[in-house]
């Protein structure tokens, strides 16, 4: 029996179930064959008593690695998997589903509810996204609301834009990228988060971030790190052995990540003979792991003053990693870890002049790269995330 429900959130779940419903335009059509495949993929519900269940975003596989990482070190918890692919890099998940369906099958929506509500004791909703497109309105607060109902214990965890402020990140990051003259619509998305922000108190449920800075946003939150498996990202040869480094910059965003200051910087460098420096771009997983592994410097972000899953793949790799960690985001990882992060202080102000430095001072450079892997294994191989989730992945 569900618990007594907002009266909107009634009359969706009263739909549902077979109720008067309210008249609603019917979505545009989708193919029947792509219904059918996200149906067959739908995998079993886990047989433990803990039943996790994650969606809708997956970005960078975190979702999976999360749930993985949940399975792996807390006993009892059994765990799946969602994305919705919008086309792009695929990334480890255990339900991948077509996007037309995911946005507009009616059917398969209704389904997927079902399966959720009643096969899952725990939900955890990404990026406050929604999980069953537009079956509540496509508002994952809704959707949280009316799983709540059904006893289902939900947490929500953000990945980055979805809850970093635009206005707050201009008053504490000095290079801040939510800025209008660079951006046209930091507005809209200043809208948006405030919207995210309002969603999430209203909820009252457990929270989680997946990076540090975001603490700003949601002070009550819990720091969930981000996961990589440092297995797949060891790499034999040390840094800074050959006469001209390696520089790789592979950035997700390059306006988030400060590419323009630093192709200015590092072009210059290429030019003087100095390093040999390779932007990256537009490819796969697999072809990241080989270029950073086999780079000397790698150069991550200088603007959100934070750090994320490249920088934690190039310190598992045991490479020289230069980024801009603001000093109060820094003492939250040394609260965590217990260690001080080993990557580079470096602003867009002083690209050259940090590498020249590091150049010039190759052993205490390989020092900080060796410090790498082992941070990466105290923080990132997922055992710590998954104890900051066991807060949340209880009976009661």
């Known amino acids: 029996m569900r618990r007594r429900l907002p009266r909107r959130v009634d009359a969706y779940v009263s739909r549902l179930g077979g109720g008067s419903p309210r008249v609603r335009p019917a979505p545009p059509p989708v193919p029947a064959e792509l219904v ?32 993985r990482a949940a399975e792996r070190q807390l006993p009892g918890v059994g765990a799946v998997t969602m994305v919705g692919i919008p086309g792009g ?23 997927q509810f079902d399966y959720v509500r009643q096969g899952f004791t725990h939900v955890l909703i990404e990026a406050q996204r929604p999980m069953f497109g537009s079956l509540f309105s496509s508002n994952a607060f809704t959707e949280a609301r009316v799983l709540t109902g059904y006893d289902v214990r939900v947490a929500t965890i953000a990945h980055g834009r979805d809850v970093r402020l635009p206005s707050l990140h201009r008053e504490n990051y000095r290079w801040s990228p939510y800025v209008r003259e660079e951006w046209a619509d930091v507005d809209v ?46 790499a034999p040869e040390p840094p800074l052995e050959r006469s001209r480094p390696v520089a790789v910059h592979a950035p997700t965003n390059s306006k988030f990540k400060g590419s323009d200051q630093v192709d200015e910087a590092m072009t210059d460098l290429h030019e003087q003979g100095l390093v040999e420096y390779r932007r990256v771009e537009g490819v796969s997983p697999d072809e ?7 780079a000397d410097l790698v150069l991550e972000q200088f603007r959100l003053g934070s750090y994320g899953v490249t920088a934690c793949e190039a310190m598992a790799a045991g490479r020289v990693v230069l ?39 190759r052993g205490r450079a390989q020092k900080i790269a060796a410090q790498g892997p082992g941070f990466v294994r105290k923080l990132h191989d997922g055992a710590y995330s998954a104890t900051v989730l066991s807060s949340f992945l209880t009976t009661s």
């Open 89 to 111: 890099f695929r990334f480890s998940a255990d339900h991948h589903v077509p996007e037309q369906v995911y946005l507009r099958s009616a059917e398969w929506q209704r389904e």
């Open 189 to 234: 998305l200043e809208r948006q988060v405030r919207r995210n922000l309002a969603g999430l108190a209203s909820l009252d449920l457990p929270a989680f971030v997946s990076t540090p800075d975001l603490l700003d946003d949601l002070p009550d939150a819990r720091w969930c790190p981000v996961v990589i498996d440092p297995a797949l990202w060891e």
């Open 288 to 294: 990241v792991r080989a270029i950073i592994g086999s």
């Open 323 to 361: 980024g801009h960690i603001t000093e109060h985001n820094r003492q939250r990882v040394r609260d965590a870890a217990g260690d001080d992060l080993p990557i580079v202080e470096t602003t867009v102000e002083n690209i050259r002049e940090v590498v020249l430095e590091l150049l010039d001072d």
């Open 36 to 67: 059918e495949q996200a149906r067959a993929g739908r995998p079993p519900v886990p047989g433990a008593p803990l039943r996790l269940y994650v969606a809708p975003a997956n970005f960078a596989g975190q979702g999976w690695l999360w749930a």
